[in-house]
């Protein structure tokens, strides 16, 4: 059965630099998402992108953060300059309409 | 934000008996629910859904309930086995008047260990 693959899946960078986590979506998903979760906190939504375009973003998902799908399967989401809260787990998430959600394993990232 | 709320951290069940999780909820405007089971290091695993516009769904072992005039969902797991100990989320799926999300607000989750 497909599933949502992510990477890397962990990820250990200084405050300041620039991360890209990576996401091959199922591949007749049509709807994509991340999300993420610190420490003891809930699941928390982040950005959900259709037809190659942002369709909702959080409060959360300032200008620091991008997301994009240059060759059609990749599906990526850019720190620019990443700060120690965003120390979390990353989940990537597909679907192939607008109801059910299909998450990848996650990335761990830890900002130092 | 505590728009979906689990109001029990964990869960102990024997094996062979029922689990009973719950959920609640404050937003009307929610349509559409969703059962996930989380493993540790591992991401959230889609179990059962159910439309606002039903009561009832039921996948095999799993089960869940919508009472919305209660803003209340439960997943029932019958009989519980050993490898359904995990944690387990419910989340929610807002349609705001005239607007559109597929944005999912998650609960806290609950520990459910099924001992054998």
């Known amino acids: 059965e497909p599933e949502v693959t992510q990477t890397p899946s962990h990820q250990v960078t200084q405050m300041g630099q620039e991360v890209i986590l990576r996401c091959v979506p199922i591949?007749?998903?049509?709807?994509f998402y991340w999300y993420r979760q610190i420490l003891g906190q809930k699941v928390e939504f982040l950005v959900s992108?259709?037809?190659?375009?942002?369709?909702?973003k959080s409060e959360i998902f300032d200008d620091q953060f991008s997301v994009e799908r240059p060759d059609g399967s990749n599906f990526t989401l850019k720190i620019r300059s990443t700060k120690l809260e965003d120390s979390a787990m990353y989940f990537c998430?597909?679907?192939?309409?607008?109801?059910?959600?299909?998450f990848g394993p996650g990335t761990r990232l830890l900002v130092l | 934000d505590q728009q979906v709320k689990q109001n029990s951290p964990s869960l102990s069940v024997q094996e062979g008996r029922i689990s009973i999780l719950n959920c609640d909820y404050t937003?009307?405007?929610?349509?559409?629910f969703l059962w996930y089971k989380k493993y540790p290091a591992e991401g959230p695993t889609f179990l059962i859904s159910?439309?606002?516009?039903?009561d009832k769904n039921e996948d095999g072992r799993f089960t869940v309930f919508l009472n919305k005039s209660a803003k209340h969902l439960s997943l029932h797991i019958v009989p519980s086995q050993p490898g359904d100990s995990a944690v387990y989320f419910c989340a929610a799926r807002g349609r705001p008047l005239g607007g559109a999300t597929n944005k999912l607000i998650f609960g806290t989750g609950t520990l459910l260990a099924v001992q054998p």
């Open positions: 591949s007749n998903h049509l709807y």
């Open positions: 992108f259709y037809n190659n375009e942002i369709s909702e």
């Open positions: 998430a597909g679907g192939r309409d607008q109801e059910t959600q299909y």
């Open positions: 937003n009307s405007m929610f349509d559409y």
């Open positions: 159910i439309s606002s516009i039903k």
